[in-house]
């Protein structure tokens, strides 16, 4: 969608490694949420930021960490505490009772 | 927490068929959205319906929300092969709970 950014497209991650994947929207919109996608699945919630300096956890946030220093910006790190982290992980703005947009995602595979 | 349900999760269409794809929650929703994603895209947003019993269409696509705020339905008609992909239903508000999608595939 015109308006988020994610990057990269594609990551490899090595085993005990972090990755950071990148948010970053011009919508001026308050809420920012990152999503994962498994094959043949839905969209399952991993953390949501309705305000700058403020996020919450969503339903699958265990081996994840998320900041939200910068409206624009909701980038989110994947630790090696995770252990299944070969998704396609999307990043969406806006909500509350307002349509969401996505970025294009990141596809996550390990190494 | 909310649920919500999507079936069927699969739909093979021949095409210039209709068929119908639902949405249940287990919960009383104050909105509820349809997405749209692409093989190997993201999701785009189709509608929001926010009224009980609301109806509303786009074209060949004619999404209901049920007067409990409990269920809503995407019915197309006419299906094309334009209308490949996964069709989600969302939610609530902040906290969106996107159900499993049903996929789409039509033949020509």
């Known amino acids: 969608d015109g308006g988020i950014t994610q990057s990269p497209k594609y990551l490899f991650r090595k085993e005990g490694q972090n990755v950071t994947l990148s948010c970053e929207q011009n919508?001026?919109?308050?809420?920012m949420y990152w999503y994962r996608q498994d094959p043949g699945q839905g969209l399952r919630l991993i953390y949501y930021?309705?305000?700058?300096?403020?996020?919450q956890k969503g339903d699958i946030a265990e081996g994840y960490s998320v900041s939200r220093e910068k409206k624009e910006s909701f980038p989110l790190t994947v630790t090696s505490a995770q252990k299944n982290p070969t998704a396609f992980y999307l990043c969406?703005?806006?909500?509350?009772?307002?349509?969401?947009?996505f970025g294009d995602g990141t596809r996550l595979s390990i190494l | 927490g909310q649920q919500v349900m999507q079936i069927p999760q699969y739909q093979h269409v021949q095409e210039g068929e209709d068929f119908t794809t639902y949405c249940n929650s287990s919960?009383?929703?104050?909105?509820i959205q349809w997405y749209k994603q692409r093989p190997g895209g993201h999701p785009v947003f189709l509608i929001q319906l926010v009224k009980s019993g609301e109806v509303k269409k786009q074209k060949r696509l004619t999404f209901q929300f049920g007067e409990a705020k409990k269920n809503s339905s995407l019915h197309i008609t006419a299906t094309q092969t334009t209308d490949v992909g996964t069709y989600f239903c969302?939610?609530?508000?902040?906290?969106?709970?996107f159900g499993a999608g049903t996929t789409v595939t039509v033949r020509a």
């Open positions: 919960t009383t929703l104050s909105n």
């Open positions: 969302a939610g609530d508000d902040y906290k969106l709970s």
């Open positions: 930021s309705q305000i700058v300096n403020d996020f």
């Open positions: 969406a703005s806006g909500g509350g009772n307002q349509p969401q947009h």
């Open positions: 919508l001026n919109h308050d809420a």
